[in-house]
């Protein structure tokens, strides 16, 4: 069994910054990717940013500059730090862990950014 506990959400204002982190816990023996989704409603959840075991990044292309992704491998943590968050950045964000056995989500944690 993994678990994954996401932390870091809510209400900010346009502009602001958010810090969320993910922590997986369970049958793990070593993470591949770990990354960020969001679904914004009535629409597709999309990857925001993605990083490799070997600490290579990529972002969605409205991600890039404002958003930066990280990982503690030593506590199995992936961080997204997000900022100049814009109104269109409102959704629910998902941590996605990629071992070698399959794929595992978050709950999802809802940031919401007002104008």
């Known amino acids: 069994q993994v678990q994954l506990v996401e932390s870091g959400g809510g209400l900010v204002q346009d502009g602001g910054s958010l810090r969320l982190s993910c922590t997986a816990s369970?049958?793990?023996?070593?993470?591949?990717?770990m990354g960020w989704y969001r679904q914004a409603p009535g629409k597709q959840r999309e990857l925001v940013a993605v990083i490799t075991s070997g600490g290579t990044t990529n972002y969605v292309r409205s991600a890039k500059g404002r958003f930066t992704i990280s990982r503690d491998n030593a506590k199995n943590t992936v961080y997204l730090q997000m900022n100049s968050l814009k109104p269109e950045d409102t959704g629910v964000y998902y941590c996605?862990?990629?071992?070698?056995?399959?794929?595992?989500w978050g709950q999802g944690t809802q940031v919401t950014v007002s104008s």
């Open positions: 996605n862990i990629h071992l070698l056995v399959g794929d595992y």
């Open positions: 369970g049958s793990i023996f070593s993470i591949n990717a």
